[in-house]
């Protein structure tokens, strides 16, 4: 069976349910895609999620620990942040990178771009490679509280592939850099 790919969904109406200066939450009344009558939540993100992924000659990488407050634990995480919608991406990951880690990047590539759950957000992350690293002060924010571990890149592929990160963007990241490094594309 063939499905057109243009949009199956009527929306009636929508209303705003939540806003805040980092997402916005609205409820659609609509007629689905088998033509019933439903509901739709769709929380929008006012920033782009920006994840960095150092790795320093030596094949070592950076990670940062803190507790996630949404999930009530603890997390190992490659620098991420936000930066606002409109704004260049890059510029937001080299801050990101120095405020979480003290680190300055010459090198930077990007390794992809990917949504983060798209059966309810439009929240897009775009993956950062830094290389070339210079160390300076770390600058976290007030709202982090962030141990810094640097660890060879090796460990960290089993800390995802043994499931002691959970993180999709460090997921993401790890894998695809360990995808480029075995079919020699680094």
Avoid at 10 to 23: A, R
Avoid at 171 to 177: E, F, G, K, S
Wanted: proline content about 5%; some cysteine; hydrophobic content about 35%.
């Amino acid at each position: 069976m063939h499905y057109p790919e243009e949009n199956p969904w009527t929306i009636i109406s929508e209303k705003q349910v939540y806003d805040n200066q980092w997402i916005g939450l609205t409820e659609y009344q609509v007629i689905n895609p088998s033509g019933n009558l439903g509901i739709y939540g769709k929380v929008r993100f006012k920033n782009t999620a920006i994840g960095v992924l150092p790795l320093d000659d030596d094949m070592n990488t950076y990670l940062v620990g803190q507790y996630r407050f949404p999930l009530s634990q603890y997390s190992w995480e490659i620098p991420e942040g936000g930066g606002p919608l409109g704004t260049d991406p890059l510029d937001s990951a080299k801050r990101e990178l120095l405020e979480e880690t003290g680190l300055k990047a010459d090198n930077w590539t990007e390794l992809q771009r990917m949504h983060l759950s798209n059966s309810v957000s439009d929240e897009l992350c775009i993956i950062y490679l830094a290389r070339v690293l210079r160390q300076f002060d770390a600058e976290p924010e007030d709202t982090e509280q962030l141990i810094i571990k640097k660890i060879p890149f090796d460990e960290a592929y089993r800390m995802v592939t043994d499931g002691r990160i959970t993180d999709a963007i460090t997921v993401a990241a790890v894998l695809r850099l360990k995808l480029m490094i075995v079919e020699n594309e680094l």
